[in-house]
Structures are given as C-alpha cells and as structure tokens.
C-alpha cells in the first residue's frame, strides 16, 4: 500500500521528539513543566454561567461560518482593538487558529503563481502547523531565518525577486513564538508593499496580540487599512486560547477580505468541524470583554519582571516584548534540556525542535524556549532553577 511522499521529510512532532529525549531519563527534581504554551491563569469568571444558560445548543448543528452574534462580536472587537471596520462576512469562526492557518492555505493557495510551483514563506523557527500547510497545498515551503540579525522577524524583503515571484502566501507571527519579538508598524508597511508589488497574501498569526509589556502591539489589518492596500492582502488569525486562558474552548477566527473567506467558508463547509453552538455564546460573552483581558496582562507583565530580574545578567537575554515564551540563548538546545531535566527536574524545549535547518544551520539549536504559563511561586522556582543550572557559573 503507498503512503504520501508530500509528508515524508516531515520532522517527529516537538513534543513526542522532547518525550523521546527526556522521559527515559530521571528528573532531578520535583518535576517543573515549561514547554507547552497552555495557559493556566483563571478563565473569565461567567464562562460557566454563560455555557449553563446555552446548554440546550448541544441538541442543535451549529453554524459553520459562526453564529450572526459571535461575528458581531468579534467584528465589535476588532474595531476596539484596531480601529478597523469589518463586517460579519468579512469573518470566520474557527477552532482555534491551528485549524485556521492550515486551512486558509489550502483554501487560498493557487496549484501555480508565474506559470511555476508556488512558494509559501515561512519564519524560521516558527509554528509547525505553517510548514505542513504548505506540503498539503503542494507549494515549496521557503524557511526564512528570524534571528537576532533580523530582529527576530523574518526579513522577506531580502529574498530573491524570482522566489517572491512565486510566492502566494506569507506566515508572520507577531508577537513571535518563539521570541516574543513584536511587528512595527514599519515591518508591517514593508511586507505589505512587497506583497503588493509581488501579488501574495500575508497571513498574520496574532494571537499573542493581547499579552504584551506596555504597548499594544500594531496588527496588519490595522496597518493594510490605513495604507489602502487591497482588501484581500492580508487575512488575520486570532484566538481565545491565550487572551482568555481558554485553549480548552478552541475558539478563534479569521478576518480578511470578503473574497477570501468566502473560500475559506466553502472549503470548511465540506471539511470543516463548526464550533458548537453553546461555545460560540460562551465566545461571544468573551471577545466582548475586556475586564479580564487587563487582569490576565498584568499577571504576565510581573512574570516579564521576574525573568527580568532572574536573567536580566545572562549573556545574550532577550526580554520578550511580548507573548509568554522566553528565548534563552545556550550552546545546545537538546543538551542544555536533558541537563536541566537531570539536574533539576525542569522540562523544557530544545530550540531546534521549532526550527528547520537551512544550508546546514539551524537558527534554534542554540536556544531553548520556556513557557512563562505557570503561577508566581512555580515560575520562580523554574526560572531561578534554570538560571543556576545553566548560567551559573
């Protein structure tokens, strides 16, 4: 029987790979686990009433493109945060945006661009649901570095002129997972031109956008709109998971131009698996307030203190603008891990296991990342226990 080629070069998945490296190994501590981004603060408090008060939507097909509330809701949301005006068809309710940023490339990535095989731009290290989004659409996934020379940001700019030829969609997420680096306004400007004179979407992965030090991060709808730039050059995606402590909800959504997600709507009306009806009230209640949104950043804004205050000497620390991973410059990712995990008891993970290597560099494998999701005590203890053990001396 014959599998797929399309998938064959595919790495193993972070988190069974880091299974692989650490779980044959014993912890030299009370186990501490910072690798997986899932958010542990308090969810909004009237999630529980709200689900009660719609549980008889179970009995019910929801709506696949979101019910006419939920996308008023997050149309009201993004003109408040952005200044932006969109209408409900210009929207799409998702589950979460993994299954968002997967399918809107299958949706919206031509089979040519120029007569040749379309290229997909990837940050590189990034979020692996991109690259397998470009195997799926048969496009050539191009792995841009973003590191400290670039700012942490991919910088497309700098590539060739017959790869944007090809080009048709663009991956930017900002804030940066890993990095925590935040598009400006200017990197923005930038990569909307060049996708205007070269004709290719961006899909901008925002959905760390409501976790940051002081100032709001810009968003590319924010900035497409003031530049005038083609309606359908730049769909965003955001979700509930980090903003909200809700990643259990998987409620998230798209937004672009009405020809897009009139695409994205078709092929998830075929494909898709809509949110069910009484989490898209509960979704609904959520996107519309803000109370616990500022009480949930402020809880980071004292874990960017602490990190601060614990590596704030270590060579090379970068102190995230935003987002809730830290970046931490080592020697070797894997290496530093296990020592951590033997030495300690904290779990972590390796750089490389984000990051594609390119032309025999891999831009993670001097870095591993910790997820700053755990409470005050917890994190103190983690990141005081890492500090020690790697930089010790």
């Given at each position: 029987?014959?599998?797929?080629?399309?998938?064959?070069?595919?790495?193993?998945?972070?988190?069974?790979?880091?299974?692989?490296?650490?779980?044959?190994?014993?912890?030299?501590?009370?186990?501490?686990?910072?690798?997986?981004?899932?958010?542990?603060?308090?969810?909004p408090p009237f999630v529980a009433d709200v689900l009660a008060a719609n549980i008889g939507g179970f009995a019910k097909y929801p709506p696949n493109d979101g019910s006419p509330e939920l996308l008023?809701?997050?149309a009201g949301w993004i003109s408040l945060r952005y200044g932006v005006s969109v209408t409900p068809d210009q929207i799409m309710a998702l589950n979460g945006t993994r299954e968002g940023l997967m399918?809107?490339?299958?949706?919206?990535?031509?089979?040519?661009?120029?007569?040749?095989?379309?290229?997909?731009?990837?940050?590189?290290?990034?979020?692996?649901?991109?690259?397998?989004?470009?195997?799926?659409?048969?496009?050539?996934?191009?792995?841009?570095?973003?590191?400290?020379?670039?700012?942490?940001?991919?910088?497309?700019?700098?590539?060739?002129?017959?790869?944007?030829?090809?080009?048709?969609?663009?991956?930017?997420?900002?804030?940066?997972?890993?990095?925590?680096?935040?598009?400006?306004?200017?990197?923005?400007?930038?990569?909307?031109?060049?996708?205007?004179?070269?004709?290719?979407?961006?899909?901008?992965?925002?959905?760390?956008?409501?976790?940051?030090?002081?100032?709001?991060?810009?968003?590319?709808?924010?900035?497409?709109?003031?530049?005038?730039?083609?309606?359908?050059?730049?769909?965003?995606?955001?979700?509930?998971?980090?903003?909200?402590?809700?990643?259990?909800?998987?409620?998230?959504?798209?937004?672009?131009?009405?020809?897009s997600i009139v695409r994205i709507r078709q092929l998830r009306a075929y494909a898709g698996a809509p949110l069910p009806l009484p989490l898209q009230r509960v979704a609904e209640k959520v996107w519309?307030?803000?109370?616990?949104?500022?009480?949930?950043?402020?809880?980071?804004?004292?874990?960017?203190?602490?990190?601060?205050?614990?590596?704030?000497?270590?060579?090379?620390?970068?102190?995230?603008?935003?987002?809730?991973?830290?970046?931490?410059?080592?020697?070797?990712?894997?290496?530093?891990?296990?020592?951590?995990?033997?030495?300690?008891?904290?779990?972590?993970?390796?750089?490389?296991?984000?990051?594609?290597?390119?032309?025999?560099?891999?831009?993670?494998?001097?870095?591993?990342?910790?997820?700053?999701?755990?409470?005050?005590?917890?994190?103190?203890?983690?990141?005081?226990?890492?500090?020690?053990?790697?930089?010790?001396?």
């Open positions: 029987m014959d599998f797929p080629e399309r998938f064959s070069n595919l790495p193993e998945y972070a988190f069974p790979r880091l299974r692989t490296l650490l779980d044959h190994l014993e912890p030299g501590g009370e186990p501490i686990v910072m690798t997986i981004g899932e958010p542990r603060h308090p969810m008023s809701a997050i399918n809107a490339a299958i949706a919206l990535c031509p089979e040519q661009k120029n007569g040749q095989r379309p290229v997909i731009l990837t940050p590189n290290p990034f979020y692996q649901v991109y690259a397998v989004a470009a195997l799926t659409c048969g496009a050539e996934p191009v792995y841009v570095a973003a590191d400290d020379a670039t700012g942490h940001l991919p910088d497309y700019t700098a590539l060739p002129g017959d790869v944007l030829d090809r080009t048709a969609i663009a991956y930017v997420c900002s804030p940066a997972n890993p990095q925590g680096a935040v598009a400006t306004e200017d990197y923005w400007r930038d990569l909307i031109a060049l996708a205007e004179k070269h004709d290719f979407r961006i899909f901008a992965d925002e959905c760390y956008s409501e976790i940051y030090r002081d100032t709001p991060p810009v968003g590319a709808l924010e900035v497409s709109s003031r530049m005038g730039a083609d309606p359908e050059r730049v769909v965003i995606f955001h979700s509930l998971s980090k903003r909200s402590n809700l990643p259990g909800l998987r409620s998230g959504f798209c937004a672009g131009g009405v020809k519309a307030d803000e109370v616990h949104v500022i009480e949930n950043r402020t809880l980071y804004q004292q874990k960017y203190r602490m990190a601060d205050r614990i590596f704030g000497n270590v060579p090379g620390y970068m102190a995230p603008q935003a987002g809730f991973f830290l970046w931490l410059p080592v020697e070797d990712g894997e290496a530093a891990t296990a020592k951590l995990w033997t030495e300690t008891g904290v779990r972590v993970l390796p750089g490389a296991y984000l990051s594609r290597e390119v032309g025999g560099h891999n831009p993670g494998r001097g870095f591993i990342r910790v997820a700053m999701v755990a409470g005050q005590e917890e994190m103190q203890r983690g990141l005081t226990a890492i500090r020690d053990c790697l930089y010790g001396d």
